[in-house]
């Protein structure tokens, strides 16, 4: 399954991801309601992304129940870009928490990381402006509030 194919940037993946809602049961302990409600998203089936970019070659694997939030958008900015739990979302949501997770997946590469995420937002039916909005705000807070540097 091809995501995107362009000059720069060319991302695949293996199989057709299958992502779902977890939801909170009346049965389950504090511990297990608190994690579902920091992290609502979860992926069904073990999935890899290959991703060619300037010359280097890039594989994100993405764990069977692998859980994540969504796209952390401020409240005040979710009327325009849209809730985390959007449908566009939730592929580039899961495939750049994973990379901030474990940064060796794309050598450390923060920039590399938020270009990755925009073009699955736009390979997703995001529109060019809305990624590219995302794009700023992502790297950005990557690299003034959780110190990922590296460029």
């Not at 199989?15 to 809602?21: G, N, Q, W």
Request: charged fraction near 25%.
């Amino acid at each position: 399954m091809i995501f995107t194919d362009s000059k720069k940037i060319k991302i695949k993946s293996d199989i057709e991801p299958c992502v779902s809602i977890r939801a909170v049961l009346p049965y389950m302990t504090k511990k297990e309601k608190r994690d579902i409600l920091k992290k609502p998203f979860i992926n069904k089936k073990d999935v890899s992304y290959f991703i060619t970019y300037a010359g280097s070659e890039y594989c994100i694997f993405i764990p069977k129940n692998y859980t994540w939030d969504g796209a952390s958008i401020p409240f005040g900015f979710r009327w325009m870009l849209g809730g985390k739990g959007n449908p566009k979302f939730l592929i580039p949501s899961c495939v750049h928490d994973r990379m901030c997770e474990d940064k060796s997946l794309v050598n450390y590469n923060r920039h590399l990381s938020s270009i990755i995420f925009r073009e699955l937002l736009i390979s997703c039916g995001c529109s060019k402006a809305r990624a590219n909005i995302m794009f700023i705000a992502v790297d950005n807070f990557q690299k003034m509030v959780r110190g990922w540097k590296r460029a």
